[in-house]
């Protein structure tokens, strides 16, 4: 039961929320304490404002004789009376070394100022302020400074004033504050939950529409916001991602599909034999042609299957390139010479054109079953009287291969799919046709190798494949896996 609770505070929308309102919580408690920390200090501004001036008309009313204090003021005046009573409420009188002459009561309360500050404030002639709490916890604020009597005679006179007003002021702005700061948390947290939600609103589809993405539904894409942001890049990979998921699905039915029609054939022509064999065949020599036949496309079923197996395991990265250092021009010669015996057959001349030495780091093994496809190819699509040229150069860092023939070309429409499995140009005579693998081969070698191939062709007149491949192994680092094969 704790499980969806726990999932709910992982989720990024709490998160993003909890980040607000902690962030909010700091930001509103700094605020309140700064604005406290104003206001305290133009109360006290205004404080210090009245004592200073109830301080300096303190002068008017004291007088010091022989270091006795009196008050002069007229008592039929109530007004001079009550200002005189407020002075002396607390009040405080030393000598210049600090020693108490009079103190009122409320000042014994509050404690007098130390000896040592009093000749201090003197020395400075400086206005003395001081804060001091009574023991009823009032707290109260005291102006002092330099008072000189008649004979020139320096005093220490100091007056105070109660706080409390100021601090119930303060009292009452920080219980408001506080009485409203949870509102305040409150609201700006559901605002900042309703903006993470709109925010990661587009995450909640991605991850619906990702849900629904399976095999037969993978044409779902989701449209994008436009608003160029960190989601919008997300639903792009996304949609991208899907799009590559869907062409490889595409090309795994296809396979599968090429797949079984590859083998049906065979299988069907295989049983037929078997058939004639046991339902027709009556002398020995007859049973012995059927069985052939039927021994022939076994082979040819093996040679699908194993040709499958090989490319399937090349396109799926299990085939790992053998690379040595050899002589490409050299390899071209000596397959081009094992082509002399079935060209001559078929009335096809076959030659090599290359540079003395053409230095390549490859697979021979592939580079060999590459050449030996190119070369049967256009030696089996190319009429009797043709030609073939197999040309080798190094251009720069790259090695250029060429396999040209004068045969009978592959049309427009068919060009862009020679390179897929199992694809034959329809209209080639059935003796000639081949399992539709070797250029799907050739291709994943070209491609492991890190290069390119083009092939151009005039229907009639012939056809040129180029193949452009580095020659050092800095290849290595695209070795393909994918079966998305380069063609340029
Ligand atoms: P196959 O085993 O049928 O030759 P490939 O994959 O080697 O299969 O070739 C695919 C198809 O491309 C062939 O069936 C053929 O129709 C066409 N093709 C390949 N090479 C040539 C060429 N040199 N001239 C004409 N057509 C060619």
Same mark, same amino acid.
């Given at each position: 039961?704790? #499980? ?33 920390? %104003? ?49 002396? &409420? ?6 210049? #070394?600090? +020693? #108490? ?24 002639? &400086? ?25 020139? #005679? ?27 700061? /949870? ?51 997300? *639903? ?5 991602? %899907?799009? +590559? ?79 040595? %250092?050899?002589?490409?021009?050299? %390899?071209? !010669? ?7 015996? /079935? ?22 093994? &592939? ?42 070309? *592959? ?12 694809? !034959? ?27 390119? *191939? ?35």
């Amino acid at each position: 039961m704790a #499980k969806p609770r726990l999932s709910f505070l992982r989720g990024l929308r709490f998160r993003l929320t909890l980040a607000n309102g902690i962030f909010l919580v700091g930001l509103l408690v700094f605020l309140g304490l700064f604005f406290r920390g %104003v206001l305290s200090l133009i109360l006290d501004n205004q404080i210090r404002d009245i004592l200073d001036e109830e301080w300096y008309a303190v002068k008017g009313y004291l007088i010091i004789h022989r270091g006795e204090p009196e008050w002069r003021y007229d008592p039929e005046d109530r007004e001079e009376e009550l200002i005189v009573k407020r002075m002396q &409420q607390v009040f405080f009188l030393a000598d210049a #070394k600090g +020693r #108490k002459i009079t103190a009122s009561e409320t000042f014994l309360d509050l404690g007098l100022v130390a000896e040592p500050d009093v000749v201090a404030a003197l020395a400075s002639k &400086q206005p003395y302020w001081l804060e001091k709490r009574s023991s009823a916890g009032e707290l109260f604020r005291i102006r002092g400074g330099m008072f000189v009597d008649d004979d020139n #005679k320096a005093y220490f006179v100091a007056i105070g004033r109660s706080k409390a007003a100021s601090e119930a002021i303060l009292a009452e702005f920080t219980r408001d504050y506080q009485r409203l700061l /949870p509102a305040f948390i409150l609201s700006g947290c559901l605002l900042g939950w309703l903006v993470a939600g709109r925010a990661i609103r587009p995450v909640h589809e991605l991850a619906r529409t990702a849900e629904r993405v399976s095999g037969d539904n993978l044409s779902l894409r989701i449209p994008s916001r436009g608003s160029g942001d960190e989601l919008d890049n997300l *639903i792009r990979t996304f949609n991208s991602m %899907v799009e +590559r998921l869907e062409s490889s699905f595409q090309m795994t039915r296809q396979f599968n599909a090429d797949v079984s029609h590859e083998l049906r054939t065979p299988l069907t022509a295989i049983r037929g034999q078997l058939e004639v064999a046991l339902f027709t065949a009556k002398t020995k020599e007859q049973y012995r042609e059927a069985m052939i036949n039927a021994l022939e496309d076994v082979e040819r079923l093996s040679q699908t299957v194993r040709a499958m197996l090989l490319l399937s395991q090349a396109e799926g990265g299990q085939l790992a390139l053998q690379r040595t %250092v050899f002589d490409l021009a050299e %390899v071209t !010669r000596d397959i081009v010479d094992e082509f002399q015996i /079935p060209a001559e057959e078929a009335r096809v001349e076959v030659v090599c054109e290359s540079d003395s030495a053409v230095g390549i780091e490859a697979d021979r093994i &592939q580079i060999e079953r590459l050449l030996n496809n190119l070369l049967s190819n256009a030696v089996k699509y190319t009429p009797s009287g043709g030609k073939v040229v197999a040309r080798v150069n190094s251009r720069g860092e790259e090695v250029v291969l060429e396999v040209e023939d004068t045969g009978m070309g *592959i049309g427009a429409d068919h060009l862009p799919h020679i390179f897929d499995r199992f694809y !034959r140009v329809p209209g080639a005579s059935k003796e000639k046709q081949g399992l539709g693998l070797g250029l799907s081969f050739v291709a994943w070698i070209v491609k492991a190798h890190g290069g390119s *191939i083009q092939a151009d062709s005039a229907v009639g007149k012939g056809t040129r494949f180029t193949i452009v491949i580095p020659a050092g192994a800095r290849a290595g680092a695209q070795e393909a896996t994918s079966p998305a094969l380069q063609r340029s």
